[in-house]
């Protein structure tokens, strides 16, 4: 929440430049319904900074203030809720193959098909999983070996395409990775024995210890 929506609506005939706009979490009964905007003008269209308030029975009207036959309400409940990844948020730096945890807050509304998904480049997402239940609120992610130093990681419903959140800021992915010794070798005191290890372009120097 406290995205911005279009709130939009048609008009025939004369509709007087003094309309409200409201919402309501009963339904169809606006008795106490929230005010949205009041005077505003019959131009169709209004920008609306959704509430902080996770409810399933939501409608909204408009109607003119000095004529009130002419109004109308959402044909249909809908729901408000939201969701905000918490972890990667920008900064951190993962390492390839490692396992780190995504998390996020969801709303009780939010439904349990969450995808989850990470980008490069804001453009261009690569699936990370789908069929997420919502209230699990976190999910242990492989680090793929796909260096890069601009990643965020995206989740979204894939049955209500407003609920989305993304990593506030970019974060890295490298790889490090010790080839020797990794394991097994039998190395021989005072003999000279190479310690090797394979890194990608984001590793400009190593502590050896």
Known sequence: MGDSNNITWTSSGTVPDDLVLEYSILGSNFTGATSIATGESDDGTYAWTIPDQDQNDVRVRVRSASAPAINDMSDADFTVADIAVTSPNGSEQFQVGNSHNITWNADANVPDDLILEYTKDDTNYTSIATGVTASDETYA?????????????????????????????????????????????????????????????????????
């Open 141 to 209: 992610w492989t680090v793929p070996d796909d260096a890069s130093d601009s990643v965020k990681v995206r989740i979204r419903s894939s049955s209500a395409s407003d609920l989305t959140d993304s990593s506030d800021a970019n974060f890295k992915m490298s790889k490090l990775n010790i080839t020797a010794p990794n394991g097994g070798e039998s190395w021989i005191v005072d003999t000279s024995n190479d310690i090797t290890w394979e890194y990608d372009s984001l590793i400009s120097d190593v502590k050896l210890e």
